[in-house]
T-cell receptor, first 111, second 110 residues
């Protein structure tokens, strides 16, 4: 069964550093997403991406966040200057005819 | 803004009992509704997708119903097993973004 792959599974970074989270969506899907889940809270929408541009973004997705599809397979989320409150599980997802498929997530810890 | 509520927040049942998990949402203008399973510290595994034109969907011991007009979905798990212990998340798809509930945390006692 096709999977969404995320790397790394865990990342620890110092406050103020830049991080890049990587994802390989399912190849024939057209819509890609990033969601995050702060410990003990709901999964929250960050951004959707279609046809090489942002389709929609939430109020969380401010100027410190950016997304990119640098080639035909990878989809990245960059956080420019991390804050303590960015610590969360970040999930990549892609959407097909059978709904959304999520990756296993990257646990980001900002210290 | 779509708000999704799941009741009960947590429940424990003895093995073999049927599980009934409830999800309600405030905006009935949805495309699909999807149920996921999440194990502690892990990703989201899709269980069932109900399209807005459907009333229910079944997969093995799982059955999910959807009543758009009243803003409700119910996930039934028949003959629960200890391996069903997890958090079950309801997610409502409204125009290319999912709104999640906080989940139903289930423990099945052997």
């Amino acid at each position: 069964e096709p999977e969404v792959t995320q790397t790394p599974s865990h990342q620890v970074t110092q406050m103020g550093q830049e991080v890049i989270l990587r994802c390989v969506p399912i190849s024939n899907h057209l819509y890609f997403y990033w969601y995050r889940q702060i410990l003990g809270q709901k999964v929250e929408f960050l951004v959707s991406f279609y046809n090489n541009e942002i389709s929609e973004k939430s109020e969380i997705f401010d100027d410190q966040f950016s997304v990119e599809r640098p080639d035909g397979s990878n989809f990245t989320l960059k956080i420019r200057s991390t804050k303590l409150e960015d610590s969360a599980m970040y999930f990549c997802a892609s959407e097909g005819i059978y709904g959304y498929t999520f990756g296993s997530g990257t646990r980001l810890t900002v210290v | 803004k779509q708000e999704v509520t799941q009741i009960p927040a947590a429940l424990s049942v003895p093995e073999g009992e049927n599980l009934v998990l409830n999800c309600s949402f405030t905006d009935s203008a949805i495309y699909n509704l999807q149920w996921f399973r999440q194990d502690p510290g892990k990703g989201l595994t899709s269980l069932l997708l109900i399209q807005s034109s459907q009333r229910e969907q079944t997969s093995g011991r799982l059955n999910a119903s959807l009543d758009k007009s009243s803003g409700r979905s119910t996930l039934y798990i028949a003959a629960s097993q200890p391996g069903d212990s997890a958090t079950y998340l309801c997610a409502v798809d409204g125009n290319n973004r999912l709104a999640f509930g906080k989940g139903n945390q289930v423990v099945v006692i052997p």
